[in-house]
C-alpha cells in the first residue's frame, strides 16, 4: 500500500502531521482570522466598541431579557469585568435592570430602545463587513467557506450536535465523493482495513450512479447545519428485494441515535416502495452496525471467513422481512 504524502490544502502540512505541527498551523490560522476580519483593530466596525462590548450588546439583544448569570455562560466573559461593563452601559443608557419578580435577588437586564438601536446599527455594520469579506468569491466558494466554518465550529464544539437539527437529505454534486472518501479513510483508520475497501465502496456508488431509479433506490445523507455526518443507501437487488449499503456515522455524530434513524428510514422506504425483504451484507467486527441492524429486526441468514481488505473477516449476510 502506497504512503500517501499529500497536504492538506492551504496548510502546507502532511498528513500524519505531529502535535506540534498541529498547534502551528492553529496558530497560524489564528493570525490569519483575526487579520482579515479585524480583530485587531481597537474597535469593531468602527463603531466604538470592542469585541466583547458588542458581544454582550448581541446577547442581550437575542435574548431579550437574561442574567449576568447567563450572560457569563453565554459568553465566557469574567465576571468582574462583565460587571464593570454592564454598569458602564447602563450609565450610557444602553442597558435597563429590574428585579426578578420570581427572585428579588434576581436582577434581569435587558437593552433599552437606544441599547436596541445601537446594537441595530453594530448589526448593520458587521453584515456589511461580512458581505465585503465574501463578495470576491464566487457562490460555490462562498458554499464551500460556510461549509468549512461549519465543520470548524462542530470540531471545536465536539459533544454540541443537536440531533433534531439533524436532517436527512437527498445527495447533492460532490456528496457521493464524499461518501467514498469517509469510508476509506475511517476503515482504515479504525479496522485497518486496505485500499480495496475504498474501491469497493467507490464500485457500489458508480453502480448506483450509473442505474438510479429514484422510484425503487434512495440515498439518504445526514447533515447538520451543512456538515455531513452519515449516509445509508438502498438500492435495488431484485422486483422482491432491497439491499441496504454503506451504513456510515461520523465518530463525532456517534451515540445520537443516527445509525438507527438512517435504518429506520431505509425500512420506510422500501415498505412503501413494495418491496417484500430487505437484505445486507456485512462483516463480524462491524460490532455497532450489527446491533442496529439487529434492534431493526434483521436475523443473520449467513455467515463465513473469509479475506477481504487485508484482514481476516467473518463476512455476514442478514435479512429482513417485510
Known amino acids: 500500500m502506497v504512503t500517501a504524502t499529500l497536504r492538506h490544502a492551504g496548510t502546507g502540512m502532511a498528513t500524519g502531521s505531529t502535535l506540534d505541527d498541529r498547534i502551528a498551523a492553529v496558530r497560524r490560522f489564528n493570525r490569519f482570522y483575526t487579520r482579515e476580519i479585524g480583530f485587531l483593530h481597537e474597535h469593531l ?90 463578495a470576491p468569491l464566487t457562490e460555490d466558494a462562498q458554499e464551500q467557506l460556510v461549509t468549512a466554518m461549519a465543520a470548524l465550529e462542530n470540531a471545536l464544539g465536539a459533544g454540541r450536535l443537536d440531533p433534531a437539527r439533524i436532517v436527512l437529505r437527498d445527495p447533492r454534486p460532490g456528496d457521493f465523493g464524499w461518501i467514498v472518501a469517509r469510508h476509506g479513510a475511517l476503515y482504515a483508520e479504525e479496522y485497518g482495513w486496505d485500499a480495496t475497501f475504498e474501491g469497493l465502496v467507490a464500485q457500489v456508488i458508480s453502480d448506483i450512479v450509473q442505474n438510479f431509479d429514484p422510484a425503487r433506490e434512495r440515498v439518504w445523507i445526514a447533515d447538520h447545519d451543512g456538515i455531513r455526518l452519515g449516509s445509508i443507501c438502498l438500492v435495488r437487488q431484485s422486483d422482491e428485494v432491497a439491499k441496504l449499503r454503506l451504513l456510515f456515522v461520523e465518530p463525532a455524530a456517534r451515540g ?30 462491524l460490532t455497532t452496525a450489527r446491533a442496529i441492524y439487529a434492534k431493526a429486526g434483521f436475523r443473520l441468514v449467513a455467515a463465513e471467513p473469509r479475506r477481504n481488505f487485508g484482514k481476516d473477516l467473518v463476512s455476514e449476510t442478514w435479512e429482513l422481512d417485510l
Request: hydrophobic letters at 40%; charged letters at 30%.
Open 45 to 134: 466596525h468602527d463603531s466604538g466598541f470592542v469585541l466583547s462590548e458588542a458581544r454582550v450588546l448581541y446577547e442581550l439583544a437575542q435574548c431579550g431579557e437574561t442574567t449576568a448569570t447567563e450572560l457569563r455562560r453565554r459568553t465566557g466573559i469574567d465576571a468582574g469585568y462583565l460587571s464593570r461593563l454592564l454598569r458602564r452601559f447602563e450609565e450610557k443608557g444602553l442597558v435597563a435592570r429590574r428585579a426578578s419578580p420570581d427572585d428579588g435577588r434576581r436582577s434581569l437586564l435587558s437593552l433599552t430602545e437606544q441599547g436596541r438601536e445601537t446594537f441595530a446599527g453594530l448589526d448593520a455594520a458587521a453584515r456589511r463587513e461580512a458581505g465585503a469579506l465574501i
Open 256 to 285: 445520537l441515535g443516527l445509525g438507527r434513524r438512517l435504518v429506520a428510514e431505509c425500512i420506510a422506504f422500501a415498505r412503501a416502495a413494495g418491496y417484500a425483504r430487505i437484505t445486507l451484507w456485512t462483516n463480524d467486527v
